[in-house]
Structure formats: C-alpha cells, structure tokens
C-alpha cells in the first residue's frame, strides 16, 4: 500500500521503516569494491585487501574507509547531506555484497553495480546514473581497425570489465592475461606486453591527457551497460528518497558539474 499526501511528498512503503532509520542513524553506508576508476579509485582501499579464500561473517566482511574519492563516493555524499546524513564508505568484497548488503552491513552497492532485470527482480534499484561501454584499446599506430584484426593477438583485460569471462574472446585471443589495475593493462600494453586491452570506457577517463593520447579505441564496442545504485528490496523508501535527492541535484546542475570534473564530459544519464 503507497500512499502520498502531494505528487512530490515523500510517499510511504508499508511497513518500511528504512529511511527513518538510517535518518536516526545519521549515516548513508555505502559498500564499494569493484574498484572501478574513476567511479570509486581503486587506489584509495589497495592497501584493504582481504583474503578471497575465506568468506567472512558480514559483521567481519568489510573496512570502513576514512578517505574515499571517486564520482559515486562524491554524488552520494552529496545526496546523503541534503537528507541531513554523513555518508560512510565500506570497502567489501565484491563477491560478498550481496550479504553485506542483506545483513545490513551497508545500505547500498555502488562502484559499477549494473542494471539487469535480473538485478531489478532482487533489488530496489536507483534510475541509472552513468552509461558506460566495454571497449578495445590499442596503441595509437596499432594496425588494427577491427575486432577481426585482432584473431590470434594478445589481449590484457582490466579485471573489473570481465571480459576475461568470456569465453568467445578466449577462442578469438591467443592469449588473455588479466590485470588487477588499469594503468597495469595499459603499461603491458605500451611496453608491447600484450597487443590490446579490454577496459571500460569511463575508466579511460581517468588515465591522464598525456597518456589517453597514446591509445585509440576500436569502433566496435564490446558491449555497453548502465549503472545504478542497489538498495535491499525492502529498502524501497530509502531507495525512493534517493532517486528523489538525484533527482534534484540532476535538476540543479551539481550532477553535471560533478561528472564534467571526473569525466572530462557530461555523461550522467539521471532522468534521461
């Protein structure tokens, strides 16, 4: 039952209390570990890293970050102090949001959390908020002009984008090598290392100009996707309080503002 006093109130889940009391609370906890650049810098939880061969109890599955940068951690911040809250930044295991997130460790997942519809049918989802698409990138005097062209060549693949998953791409490359970080898959690739890396475009936005220029992108992307911000499926008056907040800040400008200064360009898709 929903129910609403004017079209732009805040409307009301029955029986969910979870915006009353991460108001009461003071805190928007958000869960990140992707590491996927320039969203969340990986660089700023490196050192955080936790054994992958043991699965913690939620209580013990996360580190609360004291400084965090990266346009999610700055939006959502923003978001949470004009709903009159701090925001907390935990680094979890990527593979362990799930529990983080149902055993209310943190309120939310960001750091690249994809739209699907199986992801809709699980969660309460924010509206997207960035566009990103998975690409090739090659030196600049590479002759490569198709994905064709490259049968047979060697391909780095930035963890994060998980192209290494594929197995299409495991026939096509003679070889995949996966790298943890970035700028480790565009060294190998600048030192002739490998001969192409699979990376996501946003993370290019975060490589300096003076290196961007060494590289060019192949027309043909790999795939594309959108991200969004996941909150429990019994969090939908949170959640709804949120998309309301970015909404706003859509409206007035700081998301474009914002997204220009990590980005280089406008690419918020919020109510697009």
Not at 70 to 79: R, S, W
Not at 98 to 113: N, T
Not at 151 to 176: I, M, P, S
Not at 242 to 270: C, H, N, P, Y
């Amino acid at each position: 039952m929903l129910w609403s006093c004017t079209p732009r109130a805040r409307v009301f889940h029955a029986q969910d209390a979870s915006f009353d009391e991460a108001r009461v609370r003071g805190t928007l906890v958000v869960g990140v570990g992707r590491g996927l650049a320039p969203l969340v810098d990986a660089a700023t939880f490196s050192a955080f890293s936790l054994p992958s061969s043991v699965v913690p109890p939620p209580a013990r599955c996360s580190l609360l970050l004291q400084e965090a940068r990266g346009y999610d951690v700055e939006l959502l911040a923003q978001v949470a102090r004009r709903l009159h809250m701090d925001v907390q930044v935990k680094v979890v295991h990527w593979d362990e949001k799930e529990r983080a997130l149902h055993a209310g460790v943190i309120d939310c997942i960001a750091d690249g959390f994809t739209y699907t519809a199986d992801h809709a049918r699980r969660f309460a989802l924010t509206q997207p908020y960035v566009r990103d698409v998975r690409v090739f990138a090659v030196l600049r005097q590479a002759p490569y002009a198709t994905v064709a062209d490259l049968h047979g060549k060697r391909l780095g693949v930035h963890a994060v984008t998980d192209v290494e998953e594929n197995d299409a791409y495991h026939a096509l490359f003679g070889q995949v090598k996966t790298y943890a970080h970035y700028v480790q898959a565009l060294t190998a690739l600048s030192r002739a290392e490998v001969d192409v890396v699979a990376l996501n475009l946003v993370t290019l936005c975060a490589v300096t100009p003076h290196l961007r220029r060494l590289y060019r992108i192949l027309d043909e992307p790999i795939d594309t996707c959108e991200y969004v911000f996941a909150f429990r499926a019994d969090a939908r008056a949170l959640r709804d309080m949120v998309v309301r907040t970015l909404s706003q800040l859509q409206r007035e400008g700081f998301v474009s503002a914002l997204s220009k200064r990590w980005f280089g360009s406008d690419m918020s898709i919020i109510d697009r």
